[in-house]
């Protein structure tokens, strides 16, 4: 256990308020229970508490064990004389200020079950997973998911804000980098970011005109062209990429940070970057074209794409393939509007004060389906609502940013789980 929780207990009151007594057995009635301070001093400031008939106003301090009060040398610090009530998760000796008044104590005892949800080794998809799936609210659930996703993409909006500041504020530059590593689908996002940073846009749109050229610079630059080949097509974008490097002073990023152990062939680097040249050779100005028209069925028209000829019966440059079209499945649409076309709309509207559009990508959420990962499927066992990509990503959220890092204390579903746990 630790301090954090004892502070969660007395800020939100989640003890039972009556029939309350110092260690000394005097009787306690909590008035006001002060405002958390963040300054040097006590914990709480402002309380005023009534002991054994006599309302004191003050500040409350908290610690774990009475004997924190000297290990902290709070026994020594006037700042600390103005402290009207000690109150700790156990009591093992008495307390006095720096005048030697000695100060009342109050001792929490916490229920074992809460402590174990919070700090127990165990092994758990989330901690309170055992309490969280009795939560029967969904009006709770709601409420708490909403805000979780809303919170999702305005810390997504810092992340883009970030990549503009280091691009001069250029969307499309911005978008394109985004974009790329989403299209490394997870196990190659960070190679397809490298070849993004390396390769500018610009680069790629005074080539736009010709699709050789825009395949040549990305798959030489990612790499993953051979020396020579037997195949005619390959020899080209060998060739081009050779003139074109001199051209830009390019230089490739290493091959081997592309990934391709347990990866289907439609999901092989090669593939995915033949379906991003094609999107590129498209449109000058995708994020522009994005904006015009934000909507399911014209973002799934967007973004399909035909890949080259030579890709359609190929997988890589190595031997041919049964011939197969290499468009974007519908899932994989899903998947980069969800994480790059509403990440930047809800972006540009906070940005450029546009409000409709950060209400059209959450609202574009909730006409897409759910994610399908282990954490949402965890999730649905603990019977939460999976039904679309607004609940997924906020489910995300919740996991990535208070499970995993265990910050319990300020979560909603905590805060009711615990309510009538004291």
């Known amino acids: 256990m630790n301090e954090e929780l004892l502070h969660y207990v007395w800020r939100y009151k989640k003890f039972p308020l009556g029939n309350l007594q110092t260690t000394d057995g005097e009787p306690i009635e909590i008035i006001d229970f002060g405002l958390p301070n963040t300054n040097e001093g006590a914990d709480f400031s402002n309380a005023k508490i009534k002991i054994n008939n006599l309302i004191w106003a003050g500040d409350v301090e908290i610690h774990l064990k009475s004997s924190d009060w000297q290990q902290h040398q709070h026994h020594k610090n006037r700042a600390y004389n103005n402290v009207i009530l000690h109150v700790v998760a156990e009591c093992n000796c008495r307390v006095f200020d720096a005048d030697n008044r000695e100060i009342p104590q109050l001792e929490l005892k916490i229920p074992n079950r809460i402590i174990d949800n919070l700090f127990s080794h165990d092994i758990h998809f989330i901690l ?6 009795e939560l029967k609210s ?5 409420a708490w998911l909403e805000s979780l996703l809303v919170e999702r993409f305005i810390r997504k909006t810092e992340d883009i804000k970030a990549v503009l500041a280091q691009n001069g504020n250029d969307w499309e530059n911005a978008f394109y980098l985004f974009l790329a590593r989403n299209f490394g689908f997870g196990k190659n996002a960070d190679a397809f970011m490298m070849l993004a ?3 500018p846009l610009n680069y790629l749109r005074k080539h736009k005109d010709n699709f050789l050229q825009t395949e040549a610079l990305l798959f030489g630059e990612a790499g993953l062209l051979p020396d020579k ?19 830009f002073q390019l230089t490739p990023i290493p091959t081997h940070l592309w990934k391709m152990f347990r990866l ?4 092989f680097p ?3 970057i033949a379906q991003f040249a094609a999107l590129l050779q498209k449109y000058d100005c995708l994020f522009s074209k994005i904006i015009e028209n934000p909507i399911k069925e014209a973002l799934h028209e967007l973004f399909r794409v035909e890949v080259s000829d030579f890709w359609n019966t190929h997988y890589n440059f190595s031997n041919p393939s049964r011939s197969r079209s290499k468009h974007l499945t519908n899932n994989s649409l899903d998947a980069i509007i969800i994480n790059s076309v509403i990440p930047f709309l809800f972006a540009y509207g906070q940005l450029q004060g546009r409000d409709s559009l950060c209400e059209q990508a959450l609202n574009l959420l909730n006409e897409l389906p759910a994610e399908k990962n282990k954490i949402v499927e965890k999730f649905h066992q603990l019977h939460f609502p999976t039904h679309s990509a607004a609940d997924t990503q906020a489910l995300l959220q919740l996991k990535n940013c208070y499970c995993d890092t265990r910050k319990c204390l300020q979560c909603r579903f905590f805060h009711e789980i615990t309510s009538n746990s004291f």
């Open 197 to 199: 940073k390396s390769l």
């Open 229 to 247: 080949s037997s195949d005619d097509y390959t020899n080209l974008l060998i060739q081009e990429y050779n003139f074109l490097r001199q051209k």
């Open 128 to 133: 309170c997973e055992k309490s969280l799936a």
């Open 138 to 142: 969904s009006v709770v659930k709601d």
């Open 270 to 272: 090669h593939i995915r």
């Open 264 to 267: 289907r062939p439609m999901n």
